[in-house]
């Protein structure tokens, strides 16, 4: 459901047009890792990764690779001809790798760079272990591309957060997090991200903002920014956009939390303010205990309990507990420090996209892929309270009102709507969106509800009356809204 950015598609043609042609040049070094190493990653990867690769041949670490699977090793340093890496690579029949199934046969151009690899000894680059992860040695060797000074397209809003005054409002934007102010009616900030795409934000109590996302299917992380720290790498008139450089400049990108092989989906802090959560894609649940304050947090062992994709996360107002929403079609609540799940709610029968908790701990609420919003107790076995229709399509996020008892959900279906959370009952539908709303965020003051949209519109609406705010796209520099 979460597509990937329109702009990535035209960024890939431009640099598949300019990679360089490698056959002609025999005599030139082979790097494994620059080289070699990509080609395993995309065609070979999915079925000779970590967990339980084909052949028992796990390709990830040069030293595993070389080890072999249920054969030995499939390399012969100096000898392609007699290596069964090539005569796999090669074969017509059934031995052909990539299976005929799942793919056609490398290129001839990729053959025979790996063979030539091969017969200059088939070496690892110099500074690379041999058990080094090559997942993560190829992150560290990709910079992520600038965003675009001026939209092509507009895009997608993954993700929301008001500033702690409840005056400014961050959104995710390519690369980026833009901040806008709401008020003036003015894009402030713009600060430059490694990830891709913002999944989840929030503001830590120091007022630094956490951040997790990434790039789909290859690599998430959760980053603290400071969003004031920095300066901007131009001399700033009044009117103009401060640009802060989130990927080098160690003033605004202050930590890394998470380095992860795909995205990290959810945040959550708890209400002590003392610990933070993430899932993700990988399925696990992280924990970071933040009282030690900021120069020395400290990470828990990670939880692992879903089946997939862990989308939505919220803790107990003790801070003890936390409520999880997996695309395994379960909500769950978990006991941190025993690292159990302590209920499992199944009743969605789809997808779980959102989960939030009471303020006294006892109920849970859970939304998504079958429309509706469900109530639980969130204690034994997990029973269901009531369900709540109305959204006409998938419910892909849930927020609790900081302050009174409502639940904001928004939708497929194009709105955004506040529920009761005592009673399930509906308190109002925020109409205007013209697309998929894949964010929802509550100001922290609880006056104000913010919503993001597929096509890049965010509106803002006081939570008292349903009046509109403000609405814009937040697509930097966006000549014309394609619809
Ligand atoms: C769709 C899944 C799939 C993909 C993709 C795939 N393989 Fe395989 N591979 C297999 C399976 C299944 C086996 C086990 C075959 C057997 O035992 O008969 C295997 C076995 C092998 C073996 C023998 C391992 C051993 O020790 O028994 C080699 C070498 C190999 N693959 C290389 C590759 C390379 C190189 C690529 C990428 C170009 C690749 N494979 C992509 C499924 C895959």
């Excluded at 959560?277 to 400290?298: F, M």
């Excluded at 309990?305 to 996360?313: E, R, S």
Aim: glycine share 8%.
């Amino acid at each position: 459901m979460y597509s990937s950015h329109r702009c990535f598609y035209f960024l890939c043609v431009v640099l598949a047009a300019a990679q360089p042609v490698h056959a002609a040049d025999a005599s030139k070094p082979v790097s494994f890792i620059n080289d070699i190493a990509p080609i395993l990653k995309e065609k070979c990867f999915g079925c000779h990764g970590a967990k339980n690769p084909k052949g028992k041949l796990d390709m990830t670490r040069y030293a595993n690779l070389r080890k072999g699977g249920t054969k030995e090793d499939p390399i012969i340093p100096g000898n392609p001809e007699d290596s069964y890496l090539i005569t796999v690579l090669t074969a017509t029949d059934k031995k052909r790798m990539p299976p005929k199934e799942s793919g056609a046969p490398l290129p001839s151009q990729q053959i025979e760079l790996i063979e030539r690899w091969i017969q200059q000894g088939a070496p690892l680059d110099a500074g690379i272990k041999p058990d080094a992860d090559l997942l993560r040695e190829l992150r560290l060797r990709w910079t992520p591309p600038p965003p675009p000074a001026a939209y092509p397209y507009p895009v997608t809003v993954t993700a929301l957060a008001f500033t702690p005054d409840s005056k400014k409002i961050v959104v995710s934007g390519h690369h980026e997090l833009t901040i806008w102010d709401i008020f003036r009616d003015k894009l402030e900030k713009r600060i430059y991200t490694r990830a891709r795409r913002a999944m989840a934000m929030v503001f830590l109590p120091d007022g630094k903002l956490a951040v997790a996302g990434g790039r789909p299917g290859e690599e998430g992380d959760v980053r603290l920014y400071d969003l004031n720290g920095g300066t901007d790498r131009r001399n700033v008139r009044p009117t103009e956009v401060v640009v802060l450089d989130g990927v080098h400049d160690k003033r605004v990108m202050v930590k890394q939390l998470l380095d992860a092989d795909d995205e990290v989906l959810c945040l959550a802090l708890s209400a002590d303010g003392k610990k933070l959560a993430s899932g993700g894609c990988d399925r696990l649940v992280h924990v970071w205990d933040l009282s030690g304050g900021y120069d020395h947090i400290k990470e828990l062992p990670p939880i692992e309990n879903h089946a997939d994709w862990v989308f939505g996360i919220a803790f107990t107002p003790d801070g003890k507990r936390l409520a999880t929403a997996s695309r395994d079609k379960t909500a769950k609540l978990w006991d941190i420090d025993a690292k159990e799940s302590i209920l499992t709610f199944p009743n969605h029968q789809n997808p779980v996209y959102g989960v939030a908790i009471k303020a006294d701990g006892t109920v849970g609420y859970s939304v998504g892929e079958d429309n509706q919003l469900r109530a639980w107790t969130a204690a034994a076995e997990g029973k269901q309270i009531r369900a709540s229709g109305g959204h006409g399509r998938v419910i892909l996020k849930l927020v609790a009102h900081p302050k009174q008892p409502l639940l904001a959900t928004c939708s497929a279906d194009q709105t955004v709507r506040l529920w009761n959370a005592d009673n399930g009952s509906l308190v109002r539908t925020l109409s205007g969106h013209h697309d998929y709303v894949y964010a929802v965020a509550i100001s922290p003051d609880g006056n104000l509800i913010a919503s993001g949209a597929f096509d890049g519109e965010v509106r803002i609406w006081k939570i008292k009356d349903g009046s509109l705010v403000k609405a814009f796209n937040a697509s930097p520099g966006l000549k014309t809204v394609q619809k």
